[in-house]
């Protein structure tokens, strides 16, 4: 067994596998939490007299802090340390979810949501970052990267399934309390696993003024993003919103490359694999977010499936990430990060792109579910490797949580944005699906045009993701381990032309 410099673990030795269960539950329940709520809004709004309006702010409150807070997350965990982060995170959420599951007012949910959104920026970010600074890299992080990939979207998926189920069985609060007992498991372990920490020179200091401006600028933009369902794309409310995030998030570009320690190095960005990852991450999460909430749709008000059965139709998804993610560590190996990519990128669009053409008002479950989501989700699951390994790939130690953090960001952002712009698509679909059927067609026909539009949007978007792929460097897989240790080690690696790098600048 082999020593891991600045880990204070063995890897394959117990205290390591525990390390990884705690990042494998962090993602998980963060995944989690993000679905299973959404089946139980109906009874939510009835018992605590929550208006129509009201009732989003359940959703949205957790996007916002969620999204909002991502970075400076990140950031805190190179800072404030991966323990201290990640235990004070844990206590958070697990206080918020026992307030949200116990609370008898609509604001009193709202803001045990929010708080349950500021735990969970901390605990996204310090998950990935666990991973790629305790497995060295090669075989060891691709096969912990597989599986952190399969917690979280075996996490968003069960989350549907486990929000009809318990909303049924036990009703609605149980949707938040069933995070306590998870979160005092991962507390437990993480005090049991997670290496104190330990710092050898001066503590780094917080960038409060980029802090501020990512914070802000990422809080506006997702608030524009969500309220386009009220307020559409075209309104002076969501273009002043919009434009509003535009210039925060520029002036935290600006300030960023001023300041000595910056929440987010903007060098980073010129990593040709950290760039390519995080675009390829945003355009991917645009459109399996709208995939999974469209399907839902689908599967309830046209194919008239119970919130229950609708989760259990999710299991091939599982079944398809879980394939996929096995498959990738020796494709990646075999390959390169590259062509795994496009791989999966282009099996997702194919799977996106005949969910569009099986979905019909007299479709089955057989024939226009299970097969599309076994293709989509295979490539899908293909990818989480290659990603994790990508983003963090050539970064040193000390800037794994800001790699992390960008790259969780990435993913909120590209699903939150994704989403509203699919939303767009299906109603203008069904819309103009509805005026072509006279008096406003059926209402079952008119809903599938929109759906099968929004699966074909998707497929685009996934098609999109597999050609940004070709951005990454085309080296084996091997070549890629030996840079990835030696950047962990030293904060450098090899360059293209065998000079060598500093860490990506």
């Excluded at 330990?198 to 990422?218: K, Q, S, V, Y």
């Excluded at 109603?427 to 699906?433: E, I, Y």
Aim: hydrophobic share 55%; glycine share 16%; with cysteine.
């Amino acid at each position: 067994m082999t020593r891991r410099k600045g880990t204070g673990v063995d890897d394959g030795d117990r205290q390591t596998r525990w390390l990884l269960v705690v990042a494998l539950t962090v993602q998980f329940t963060v995944a989690l939490d993000m679905a299973v709520v959404n089946v139980a809004l109906p009874d939510m709004k009835a018992d605590l007299g929550f208006t129509a309006e009201g009732l989003q702010w359940v959703v949205n409150a957790y996007a916002l802090a969620f999204g909002g807070l991502l970075m400076l997350g990140g950031r805190l965990t190179d800072i404030a340390g991966r323990r201290r982060t990640l235990t004070a995170a844990l206590v958070l959420f697990g206080v918020a979810s026992l307030g949200g599951g116990l609370v008898w007012s609509p604001g009193g949910l709202i803001a045990a949501r929010a708080a349950q959104g500021v735990a969970a920026a901390a605990l996204a970010p310090v998950a990935l970052a666990l991973i790629t600074v305790t497995f060295p890299a090669g075989p060891a992080r691709s096969r912990a990267l597989g599986l952190w990939g399969m917690a979280g979207a075996a996490g968003g998926a069960i989350g549907v399934l486990a929000g009809g189920v318990l909303t049924e069985a036990a009703g609605w609060r149980t949707v938040l309390l069933v995070n306590v007992p998870i979160v005092v498991f991962a507390y437990a372990a993480a005090r049991r696993s997670v290496p104190a920490d330990r710092r050898t020179g001066p503590a780094p200091r917080l960038d409060a003024g980029g802090a501020l401006l990512i914070t802000a600028g990422m809080m506006v933009l997702v608030l524009g993003v969500v309220r386009t369902e009220t307020y559409g794309w075209g309104s002076a409310m969501t273009i002043g919103t919009l434009a509003a995030a535009a210039v925060l998030l520029a002036a935290f570009a600006v300030v960023e490359l001023r300041v000595d320690r910056p929440l987010l190095r903007m060098g980073l960005l010129a990593h040709r694999p950290v760039l390519a990852a995080n675009v390829f991450n945003l355009l991917l999460a645009s459109g399996q977010f709208g995939a999974f909430y469209f399907s839902s749709l689908y599967m309830q008000q046209v194919l008239g499936f119970s919130a229950t059965a609708t989760g259990a139709a999710f299991l091939p998804f599982c079944v398809g990430l879980v394939a996929g993610s096995l498959v990738a560590p020796r494709l990646t190996a075999r390959l390169s990060m590259r062509w795994t990519l496009v791989a999966g990128g282009a099996l997702g669009a194919a799977g996106f792109a005949w969910l569009a053409g099986a979905a019909g008002v007299d479709a089955g479950f057989a024939d226009s579910i299970v097969g599309p989501f076994l293709v989509a989700s295979f490539g899908v699951g293909m990818c989480f490797v290659p990603l994790g390994t990508a983003a963090t790939e050539g970064v040193a130690p000390a800037e794994a949580g800001m790699a992390s953090g960008l790259l969780n960001s990435s993913r909120q952002i590209g699903g939150s944005v994704g989403l509203a712009v699919l939303v767009t698509v299906a109603a203008g679909a069904a819309g103009t699906s509805g005026a072509a059927g006279g008096s406003a067609g059926t209402s079952a026909e008119a809903q599938v045009s929109g759906y099968a539009a929004a699966f074909g949007v998707g497929a685009v978007l996934l098609a999109a993701a597999a050609l940004t792929a070709l951005l990454l460097p085309a080296r084996t897989g091997a070549g890629e381990a030996r840079t990835g240790e030696a950047a962990a080690a030293s904060g450098a690696g090899a360059g293209r032309d065998g000079k060598r790098e500093g860490a990506p600048r």
